[in-house]
């Protein structure tokens, strides 16, 4: 199995991973400012399930199927950048509505699908913390804003959020194989 320093490693270069990602935190900021805190932190708490369901894909070789079928791949594409799209569109269509929370190193060291499953639970309880506590600020941040602000800028951060999911979206359309 791994040795203790190993996984050390891992865990410090994971923390610097985390932090230095995009799409994934500015979503859970996102979140927690136009939703709350509790949603920021549900948010976290997604984005984690979904990399535990891709490290299980990975560790199962599912992830070699969008690596060498181009049709996998775009029609996974597609799907993203239109859930995407919708959540930019269903943001605009209820701007107005409020801002109530709601619910949001080798075979020789043993076998390679349990590293893998080990190291991407390890992965994904760093990203529900560190999002968490992300999503738990940016819920405290967006709360004062609103605390203060009128329907107007209610109605501009939604317009930002829905930015976001465009954004994304985008950079997903014009993501390579």
């Known amino acids: 199995m791994m040795e203790p320093s190993q996984l050390a490693i891992f865990i410090g270069a994971a923390v610097v991973f985390i932090l230095a990602r995009g799409p994934d935190i500015v979503f859970v900021v996102t979140q927690g400012i136009s939703h709350g805190r509790r949603a920021g932190i549900i948010t976290a708490r997604g984005v984690s399930a979904g ?3 891709h490290t ?3 560790a199962f070789g599912l992830s070699v199927v969008f690596r060498v079928s181009v049709v996998a791949f775009t ?3 597609v799907l993203g ?3 995407l799209l919708y959540l930019a569109w269903k943001t605009i269509r209820h701007r107005r509505d409020g801002w109530a929370v709601g619910p949001a190193d080798g075979p020789e060291r043993g076998p390679v699908a349990a590293q893998m499953a080990l190291l991407g639970l ?3 309880i760093l ?8 999503g738990a600020f940016s819920g ?4 004062s804003v609103r605390s ?4 107007r800028v209610a109605a501009a951060l939604a317009w930002v959020v829905a930015g976001v999911y465009v954004a994304i979206g985008g950079r997903l359309a014009f993501l390579r194989q």
């Not at 990203?127 to 992300?134: L, P």
């Open 51 to 53: 990399n535990l369901v």
């Open 56 to 58: 299980t894909a990975a």
């Open 75 to 77: 029609a996974l594409k």
């Open 81 to 83: 950048v239109a859930y």
């Open 122 to 124: 390890v992965f994904a």
């Open 127 to 134: 990203v529900m913390v560190i999002f968490g506590c992300a």
């Open 140 to 143: 405290a941040v967006g709360a």
């Open 148 to 151: 203060r602000a009128g329907e």
